[in-house]
């Protein structure tokens, strides 16, 4: 008789939870899924697919704007904005039944609709009947932080969580926060035809960024006819408008519609977490060890509500540990690996990332040199109006391994997957110069940033002797 009902139950169906109990049922574990609200989470239904489905659109109303630059008089569209947050719907609909209770089932996954509490190291109550298993996996996500600003609560603001529900394009619109998602937001309404105003207390948007990413994005944002403001900080709000300081002194900001982009906070409680007596982080998220099992050794954690990155794709990424750790430990276990993470911020210009940037080699005292091939050279980039940005990429001083690469420009997201490789697999500067890229394509500016490097790196003593070689030859 088994002394448990399952191997693993899985609270939460966003990407950490779904990616868990793929891979344990892939190897065989008998898994319970528990979601409470709608299967894909966060990146399914109010994160990545539909700001990233709304991008697109507004993407192309930029490109009529720029009818001239492609040889055409002019281009106008017609659109109505229900029918572009339709189509939000509808890629929504499609993507639907990757993460769908069908497809889990069809894997063999036991999904089942409601809310979990855990009510011991190895139970949970869902739907008024208790399960058991030998591990849980906690994979609640996170929720919009909503800062207490005085009278915030009096309007009817908006966040990633309801903005996709919006049936009319405010004319004015707030964003709090300039991070990437205030960011992307901020570009996407803005071309859809809002007034944007980016309210922001760091002295700059996209603030973890490299300056010279920070001012490629900015200064495209101003010329866009986004405003932002920098150094202020939201005191508090008196009907539609906002109060801000700046140096010092009170600035009024009216506005239609405000959304509210501060960062995430997980979701730790409500559901047994407190009176296990589980480890809660000083900002929020859940303590795990390096093996991402929590100090009650039957609870295991993965994705936003650990931390610490919030992307889908590292939700995966623990996702796989956590499951294998749980299911094999103490025979086998994982150490996370964050060596080499990637990420994207979607604005246009896209910035993508894979390991350091400047201003984290220099908090880190990492020696670095850095290369960077303009993308405003590139014939493809050139061929498609979109001749801007750059690859700038560290490396060991002397050597050829990278220790980050950023990408600005179009398509940067796809881009950095070469040095996303490179990076995992200890590839060089010299052997990316040594592969053959398509003529003509974007990815060729990850070879020539290679180049870059190969020219500033020519062994001097050598090509004295080559050129004493050639004249003697002549
Ligand atoms: C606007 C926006 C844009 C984004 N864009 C990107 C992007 O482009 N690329 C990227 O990588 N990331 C992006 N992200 C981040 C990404 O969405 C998250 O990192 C990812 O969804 C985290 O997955 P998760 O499984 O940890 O949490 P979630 O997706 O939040 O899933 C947690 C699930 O747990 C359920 N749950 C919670 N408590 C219980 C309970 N007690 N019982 C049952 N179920 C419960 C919730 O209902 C939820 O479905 C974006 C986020 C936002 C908000």
């Given at each position: 008789m088994s002394k448990y009902d399952y191997n693993i139950i899985v609270i939460g169906g966003g990407s950490a939870g779904l990616v868990s109990s793929y891979i344990a049922t892939a190897i065989k574990a008998k898994v319970a899924l528990i979601e409470k609200h709608k299967m894909g989470g966060d990146c399914l239904n109010t994160g990545c697919v539909p700001s990233k489905a709304l991008l697109r659109s507004?993407?192309?109303?930029?490109?009529?704007?720029?009818?001239?630059?492609?040889?055409?008089?002019?281009?106008?569209?017609e659109f109505d904005f229900k029918e572009v947050m339709q189509r939000v719907q509808d890629v929504i609909k499609t993507i639907e039944p990757h993460d769908s209770r069908e497809r889990y089932t069809?894997?063999?996954v036991d999904c089942i609709e409601g809310e979990a509490t855990i009510t011991s190291p190895h139970s949970v109550e869902v739907n008024g009947k208790t399960l058991t298993a030998r591990s849980i996996i906690v994979a609640t996500g996170a929720r919009p932080r909503v800062p207490l600003i005085p009278n915030l609560d009096k309007i009817d603001y908006l966040t990633s969580d309801n903005v996709w529900d919006l049936k009319a394009l405010p004319k004015k619109l707030v964003i709090l926060g300039g991070g990437p998602i205030g960011s992307e937001m901020g570009q996407a309404f803005s071309r859809l035809g809002a007034e944007v105003t980016i309210v922001e207390k760091a002295p700059q948007i996209l603030k973890r960024e490299d300056e010279n990413i920070i001012k490629l994005v900015t200064e495209k944002f101003q010329q866009e006819g986004i405003k932002i403001l920098t150094h202020h900080q939201a005191r508090a709000f008196k009907g539609n408008t906002l109060i801000c300081e700046y140096q010092g002194k009170d600035v009024e900001i009216k506005f239609d519609k405000v959304f509210v982009a501060l960062g995430r906070s997980a979701n730790v409680t409500g559901f047994g977490l407190e009176e296990l007596g589980v480890e809660i982080r000083?900002?929020?998220t859940i303590e795990a060890n390096p093996f991402l099992q929590t100090n009650i050794p039957s609870i295991y954690v993965c994705g936003d509500v650990t931390g610490p990155y919030q992307f889908t794709h590292t939700a995966a990424h623990q996702a796989w540990y956590a499951s294998v750790n749980t299911l094999f430990s103490p025979l086998k276990?994982?150490?996370?690996?964050?060596?080499?993470?990637p990420w994207a911020t979607f604005t246009d210009p896209e910035v993508a990332r894979v390991g350091l940037n400047e201003k984290e080699a220099k908090k880190q005292n990492i020696l670095y040199e850095v290369t960077t091939y303009g993308i405003d050279d590139l014939d493809r980039a050139i061929a498609d109006?979109?001749?801007?940005?750059?690859?700038?990429?560290?490396t060991v001083p002397g050597k050829d391994k990278i220790l980050g690469v950023t990408i600005a420009g179009t398509h940067a997201g796809d881009l950095i997957a070469e040095y996303i490789l490179a990076m995992k697999y200890n590839i060089g500067m010299n052997k990316i110069l040594g592969t053959i890229h398509i003529y003509p394509t974007l990815a060729e500016a990850n070879k020539f940033a290679a180049g870059e490097w190969k020219r500033a790196h020519v062994p001097t003593l050598a090509m004295k002797l080559l050129e004493k070689f050639h004249a003697w030859r002549r």
């Open positions: 507004a993407k192309m109303l930029s490109y009529a704007k720029r009818a001239k630059e492609f040889g055409f008089k002019k281009a106008s569209v069809n894997l063999g000083p900002r929020g276990k994982f150490k996370v690996d964050y060596s080499v993470i109006s979109e001749a801007h940005g750059f690859v700038k990429v560290l």
